[in-house]
Every structure is written in C-alpha cells, then in structure tokens.
C-alpha cells in the first residue's frame, strides 16, 4: 500500500519539503511559520493547531507532495522529457546591464521589466537577497522594472517566494511571478482552490533548476575566506559573467570570490541539494508560461564568458504571445532556435537523466515504506522507458542505499 504524508510533520520528515513557504500562507503565520533548519534549507515550523480542513489544503496544494502537469491540449513542440513547447528562442536581454547583472541572458528579467513598463501586471513577485542579511533569500514584490532589476540573478540556496501569496492575492492587482518550477507548481496547485490565481496571476515564468544548494555551503564559502555572515553588505552567487563568480563583500569593505567552477563543481561532491530535489518530476517548468535556461552546449560552463545566453521555451500561448511582444518591443534579442527542444536535451542534458531515473527512486521510496510524493501528467514512466535497466538497478540501489542510511529523514522544526 502506498503511503502518503498526513501533516506537515511527515512531509518535512520524510524530506518531502521544498521550502516554497505556501503552507504558511495557507494556514497564516500565527499557525505556521518557515524557518532555517540545518543543514540549511526553509522548513514550516507548526505553532498553532492547524483546523483539519486548513491542513487538507495544505495537503493538496503542497508541491512537495503533489505535482500536477500541465493540463492542457498538446503544444507544437510538445517534448516526452521537457513537456509543452509552443516556441523555443536563444537569445538574451536587450540592455547590456540587465544581461551583465542577471543569471544568465537576462531573459526573465527583461519579460518582468516589460510586463511592468507595458502596465500588464500591477507587481512581479520574485525572490532577491534580503536587505538585511544578503546570504539570506526573500520574497520581494517589484513594482517597477528597476526592482525587478534588484532581484535578478540565481540565488544558490532556500528561498520561500510564496510565503505571502493569499494575502497578495487579497489584494485584487494583477501580478506576475517568478520562481523555481515546484514554485510555480505551488501556484498551479493553489489555483485549483483559489480562482484568484487565474484572474490576477496571467503570467509565470521560470528557471531550469537543478535544485537547490543547502546554505550550508555559502557559510563554507564565507569561512574559507575568513569573512562571516552578520559582516556581509553583498552576497551574490551569478551574474557580472556568464555564469560569474559567487561574490561577498563585508560592510568593512573586505572582499571574497570564487568562479562557479570552483565553488560548485564537481556538481556531485559540492551541491549537496535536498532530498526532495532527487525525486523532483520537472526541474524546466512545465507549468510555466515562460522557462529560461542557460545555453551551455553540454550543459555546463567551461569558464566565465562575458555575454550570457538563455535558451527560452515559451510553453503557452500566453507565453509565447509576451515573449514575440517583449521582443518587438526592444526588451530581448533574439532568435527562434531552430532545433527546437531538441536545444533542452543538449543544455539540459543532466535533467534528462534525472527524470529518467526518478521512477527507480520512487520504487525504492516504496518498497522502504516511505510517504510518496503524487505525480500526475508529468511523464515519469514515458522518461524512465528511454533508459536502459542497468542505470534503474542503479538507480533502485543507490535510493536504496540512501533511504537506509535515513539520508532522506528531516529534523522537524520544533
Ligand atoms: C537553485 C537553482 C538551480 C539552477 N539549476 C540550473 C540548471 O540545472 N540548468 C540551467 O540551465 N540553469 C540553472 N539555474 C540557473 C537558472 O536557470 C538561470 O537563472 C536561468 O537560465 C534564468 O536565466 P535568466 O538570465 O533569464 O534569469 P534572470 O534574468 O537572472 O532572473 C532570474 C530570476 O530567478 C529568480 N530566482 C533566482 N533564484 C531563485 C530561487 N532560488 N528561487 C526562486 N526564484 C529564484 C530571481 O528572482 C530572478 O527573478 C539554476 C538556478 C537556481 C536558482
Ligand atoms: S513544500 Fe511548501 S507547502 Fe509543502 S510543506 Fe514545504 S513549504 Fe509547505
Ligand atoms: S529540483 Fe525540483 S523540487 Fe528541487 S528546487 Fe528545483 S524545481 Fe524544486
């Protein structure tokens, strides 16, 4: 019999959590409240009793433990790994400094910039440093393209973006959002509960996400480097390059940086993500109306380069409607890429294997009796019928493996 969590306790403890923060907007932060636990990840913390039909919201709308694709009729492009396609386009902001300071080429800041410039949204909520603790990551509201600006860039570590969400949508102003896709699947989710979702949020845009890095590894950086937290002025992991350095100034002045090939790779040994991120269903976004990735060929950097690059999948109409318009307008350069999605199986090659083995992980989740996550519409068996049996018996032992050595078990915030 499958087991499925009941609670926030047995979706944290059972590493199913994702820190996205949308139970703490469900329940209300006098019930639940996100905090950092160890090794470094956002956890919900329950301080109040949470009524049982609150936690069977939670329970349906957490991204942890349900993902919903893309219900939708078949897109152009459609792709048996990445899902819906209705253009693809390489490219990058058309602003020097936007594409100089973000991730990559600037494409989701530059479509934010747009939709507030052009008055399509009232606000984009995204994530951004926090002002006062820059190691730190914050939901922010941008109501200009200059704080879209503020927050561009990949933040390496635990950010809950929609720890506020019900309460904006109380505001009755149309917003966009940018995030990870579990966070845009948290949305998806709650728009089958909340049709504000559908009236005021008409556009999502994502990233490709390989998961996200415990803060554990910034305070590593910081030490080996002999500056600390509570010193910082600027933390910033991307951007000023393709990708950049991971850069931290002390408010003193003194400075550390190291190239994202020494920071992170071997990718292995050094990003040490959650345990959820292993079995995750869709690292591109298939719920999103825009995805942006880095256009590496290989799907890795061989050093810095001065100009970035996103390969961009709109994968709705109303995705790819923005992106002809923020092109037309002067926000982005670029060109319809003419291999298609075919371009995601080259960059994103890394994201392949994992969806193909995701299916082996949950067996293995299965078989040591472990609360599964729902995945519906997303393809794992389609993906996991491409591999070949020796990498899921690999795949199957190494869960295994992992799964006895409890390395999937969570402390629960107290
Ligand atoms: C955890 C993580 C893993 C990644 N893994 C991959 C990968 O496997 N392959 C790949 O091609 N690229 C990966 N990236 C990089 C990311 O895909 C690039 O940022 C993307 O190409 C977008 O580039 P851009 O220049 O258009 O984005 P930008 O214009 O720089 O905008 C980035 C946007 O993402 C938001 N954002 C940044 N970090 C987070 C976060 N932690 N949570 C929620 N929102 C965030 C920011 O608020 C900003 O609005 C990863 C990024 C992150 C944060
Ligand atoms: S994944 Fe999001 S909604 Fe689910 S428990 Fe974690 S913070 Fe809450
Ligand atoms: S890998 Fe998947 S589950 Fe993990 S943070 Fe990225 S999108 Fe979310």
């Known amino acids: 019999m499958i087991r499925r969590a009941r609670d926030l306790e047995t979706i944290c403890g059972a590493g199913l959590c994702i820190g996205c923060g949308l139970c703490e907007s469900v329940a209300g932060r006098e019930a639940v409240e996100m905090r950092l636990v160890s090794p470094g990840f956002l956890r919900p913390r329950r301080k109040a009793p949470i009524p049982a039909g609150t936690m069977a919201k939670i329970l349906e709308t957490c991204p942890g433990v349900v993902i919903d694709g893309a219900a939708t009729e078949r897109t152009a492009l459609e792709d048996p790994v990445f899902g819906p396609g209705v253009s693809v386009w390489r490219g990058r902001a058309a602003d020097d400094e936007v594409q100089f300071r973000a991730a990559a080429g600037g494409a989701l800041t530059a479509l934010g910039m747009f939709l507030l410039d052009h008055g399509r949204v009232d606000f984009v909520l995204h994530v951004g440093a926090a002002r006062d603790a820059p190691m730190q990551t914050e939901a922010r509201l941008s109501f200009s393209a200059g704080e879209v600006l503020e927050g561009t860039a990949s933040r390496y570590g635990p950010a809950a973006p929609l720890v506020d969400v019900t309460a904006l949508l109380a505001r009755g102003r149309r917003f966009a959002f940018i995030g990870k896709p ?13 049709p504000r979702v559908d009236e005021l949020v008409p556009y999502t845009l994502t990233i490709s996400c390989a998961g996200v890095p415990r803060q554990q590894s910034s305070h590593e950086f910081l030490a080996r480097h002999g500056l600390r937290e509570d010193e910082l002025e600027t933390m910033r992991y991307r951007g000023h390059g393709w990708p950049g350095p991971t ?10 940086e190291e190239s994202y090939l020494d920071m992170w790779f071997p990718y292995e040994q050094k990003w040490k993500t959650q345990f959820r991120c292993k079995i995750c269903p869709d690292h591109t976004g298939e719920l999103a109306d825009i995805t942006s990735v880095d256009d590496w060929p290989g799907g890795a950097p061989e050093g810095d380069e001065p100009v ?8 709705t109409r109303a995705g790819d409607a923005l992106f002809r318009e923020a092109l037309e307008a002067g926000y982005m350069i670029a060109e319809p890429a003419a291999e298609g999605m075919r371009g995601m199986h080259d960059t994103q090659g890394h994201q ?11 067996v293995a989740m299965f ?4 609360p599964l996550p729902r995945y519906r519409r997303v393809r794992v068996l389609r993906a996991a019928a491409t591999a070949h049996t020796m990498f899921h018996l690999r795949n199957l032992l190494g869960a295994r493996r992992r799964l006895r050595e409890g390395q999937h078990r969570e402390e629960v915030p107290q």
């Open 182 to 194: 579990c966070d845009v699947a948290a949305l998806r989710n709650l728009a089958r509960h909340d």
């Open 247 to 256: 850069f931290a100034r002390s408010r003193d002045g003194r400075e550390a």
């Open 308 to 315: 970035g690059r996103c390969l961009v999948v709109a994968r």
């Open 352 to 362: 392949v294997r994992k969806k193909q083995g995701i299916l082996a992980r949950l």
């Open 367 to 370: 078989l040591a009796g472990v």
